[in-house]
C-alpha cells in the first residue's frame, strides 16, 4: 500500500490485513505531513490473496495499493466505503489471461454476493459464483476464466444481497510479446 499525506500534520493509524482463511493481523502506520508511507502486506501476513483495511486518526490521506509480479504492476486507488454493487467494465479470458475478481468485507456482518459476467457471446452467471458468502474479514477470490472462457470482453458485474464489500478485479496477461497486470 502506499499512503500520501496532503495535510501539515503527521497522521497515525492502523493497517489491518485479512487473507481467505480468517486470519488477521495488524501494524501501526504513520504517514508524515506532505509526506508517504508504504505498507507491504505480504510482511504483515502472507498469503497469496489479502485484503487490507487503513484506520487513521486524521484525514488527507489518499491510499493506493500496488500489486507486482513476473509479469509487470500495476497501482490502483483503495476504496474508502465498502458498497453492495461493483463493476468492471472490461477483462479477458482468452489464451494467455487470466482473470480474477476479490471480495472483502470490511463490515462486522457476512454478506452475500453474486457475480454477473457480460460477454460478446451474452450475459453469463456460473453457479459456483452465485450466492458467495462473504463472512466479516473475509477474503474471497474467483479465478473467472475458469468458468466464463474464451472472451475476449469480459465485463463483471458485482451484486451484494446482502450487505456490502469492496471489490477489486486484476487482470493478468501472459503473451509471447507482451506481458502485464491490470487492477481495477
Known amino acids: 500500500l502506499y499512503l500520501v499525506n496532503s495535510g501539515t500534520q ?6 489491518t490485513v ?22 507491504t502486506l505480504g510482511s504483515i501476513l502472507p498469503d497469496d490473496w489479502l485484503a487490507a483495511r487503513v484506520d487513521l486518526q486524521g484525514g488527507g490521506v489518499a491510499v493506493s495499493q500496488l500489486v507486482a509480479g513476473p509479469t509487470g504492476w500495476s497501482v490502483a486507488p483503495c476504496s474508502s466505503v465498502a458498497e453492495p ?6 477483462g479477458a479470458t482468452t489464451v494467455g489471461n487470466a482473470l480474477y475478481v476479490s471480495l472483502f ?20 452467471q456460473p453457479s459456483p459464483f452465485q450466492g458467495l458468502i462473504v463472512g ?14 474464451d472472451q475476449a470482453v469480459v465485463a463483471t458485474d458485482v451484486v451484494a444481497r446482502s450487505g456490502k464489500v469492496v471489490a477489486t478485479e486484476l487482470q493478468v496477461h501472459k503473451g509471447s510479446r507482451r506481458s502485464g497486470v491490470s487492477l481495477r
Open 10 to 15: 503527521a497522521v497515525q493509524g492502523t493497517v
Open 18 to 39: 485479512d487473507d481467505g482463511t480468517g486470519k488477521s493481523a495488524s501494524r501501526p502506520v504513520s504517514v508524515p505531513a506532505l509526506g508517504e508511507a508504504t505498507a
Open 85 to 90: 454493487d461493483w463493476y468492471f467494465a472490461s
Open 105 to 124: 468485507n470490511p463490515t462486522p456482518s457476512s454478506a452475500v454476493v453474486d457475480l454477473r459476467f457480460v460477454t460478446e457471446k451474452g450475459v453469463t
Open 136 to 149: 466479516p474479514g473475509a477474503v474471497v477470490t474467483a479465478q473467472v476464466a475458469a468458468y466464463v472462457q
